[in-house]
C-alpha cells in the first residue's frame, strides 16, 4: 500500500502553503484488495516553516501468519518557498525522494525535482496542489522522464462538519529492464472519505473512513488496473 494523502495527504507526497495546518497523523487501513488482504500502518507528517513546508509518510505492511512486516515505503517532500508574500507566493520548488522494498516486488529508489503551485478557497477548506516534476529512477529509463501529480483537499464536504475528502494522483512513464513488457504508462490514485467521528464525545483527533487505491501498471506485481478499497482508522497528534 502507497499513499502520499492528505491531509492530503498526502503530498505527497506533498507541498501546501503555510497557511494550511501542521500535522502528524497515525493511519491504520485493512486492505481488501484480492492480492491483498492485509493491515498496513502509514505515520504521516506536514509542518510549515518560514522557508516552506515538509512532508513525509512511512508504511509498513503487514500480512497473517508473518513474524515482521511484509514490506515498508518510504517518502520526503520539502517544498521551498521563502516569497510566499509575493505574487509568486502560490509557487514553490520541491524536492522528493521515495522508495521501498516488499516480498513480492521492490519499488526502486526514486529521486524528484521541479516546481508545485497551490490553489486554495479563501477559508482554506479546499485545496489543490499541482506539480510538475523530474523523476529519476533507479535501474529504470524513460523517454519522459517526467512526473505529473495533483494532490487536493475537501473540508465539510456536501456541508457536513467533519468530513473530508482527499487523496492525490501521479502518472508517469517508466521502462523497467527487469520486466521489459512493463515499457509502460503508470498511474496511482489514493481517494480518501474520513469522517472526524471524535468530535461528537470530546476526541476530536479521531477519524473513521477509507480509500481506493487505483493503479494501472504500479510495482512489479500489478500490471494492469487495479481498484483495492480500504477502511481505515486515523488518529491526528
Given amino acids: 500500500m502507497i ?15 503555510a497557511g494550511l ?13 484480492q492480492d491483498r488482504n492485509i493491515v498496513t500502518t502509514t505515520l504521516e507528517g506536514f509542518h510549515t516553516d518560514k522557508w516552506g513546508n515538509t512532508f513525509f509518510f512511512i508504511d509498513y505492511d503487514y500480512t497473517p501468519r508473518q513474524d515482521a512486516p511484509d514490506g515498508t515505503y518510504f517518502e520526503i517532500a520539502r517544498c521551498l518557498n521563502f516569497w510566499q508574500d509575493s505574487a509568486l507566493g502560490a509557487l514553490s ?6 522508495g ?22 479563501k477559508d482554506f477548506k479546499n485545496t489543490l496542489n ?12 524513460s523517454q519522459v522522464p517526467m512526473q505529473f501529480t495533483a494532490v487536493w483537499g475537501m473540508d ?3 456541508g457536513l462538519e467533519g468530513l473530508r475528502f482527499s487523496g492525490f494522483a501521479d502518472f508517469w512513464w517508466q521502462d523497467q529492464r527487469a520486466i521489459n513488457e512493463f515499457s509502460r504508462v503508470v498511474f496511482i490514485s489514493e481517494p480518501q472519505l ?5 468530535r461528537h464525545f470530546g476526541v476530536p483527533n479521531f477519524n473513521i473512513g477509507g480509500e481506493v487505491e487505483l493503479s494501472y501498471n ?12 480500504c477502511a481505515g482508522l486515523k488518529w491526528i497528534f
Avoid at 24 to 33: A, E, K, R
Avoid at 135 to 140: F, G, P, R, S
Fill in 218 to 229: 504500479f510495482g512489479g506485481a500489478a500490471k494492469g488496473f487495479w481498484a483495492r478499497p
Fill in 130 to 141: 499541482l506539480k510538475v516534476l523530474y523523476k529519476w529512477m533507479a535501474n529504470c529509463t
Fill in 21 to 33: 495546518k501542521a500535522q502528524t497523523n497515525l493511519q491504520v487501513f485493512y486492505d481488501f484488495g
Fill in 3 to 17: 499513499k502520499k494523502s492528505l491531509f492530503i495527504a498526502c503530498l505527497a507526497i506533498l507541498a501546501f502553503s
Fill in 93 to 98: 520548488l520541491q524536492i522528493e525522494y521515495n
Fill in 156 to 158: 465539510d464536504l456536501f
Fill in 194 to 198: 474520513w469522517y472526524n467521528v471524535g
Fill in 100 to 121: 521501498g522494498v516488499y516480498s513480492r516486488y521492490g519499488i526502486n529508489h526514486a529521486a524528484l525535482a521541479g516546481l508545485d503551485y497551490f490553489i486554495h478557497s
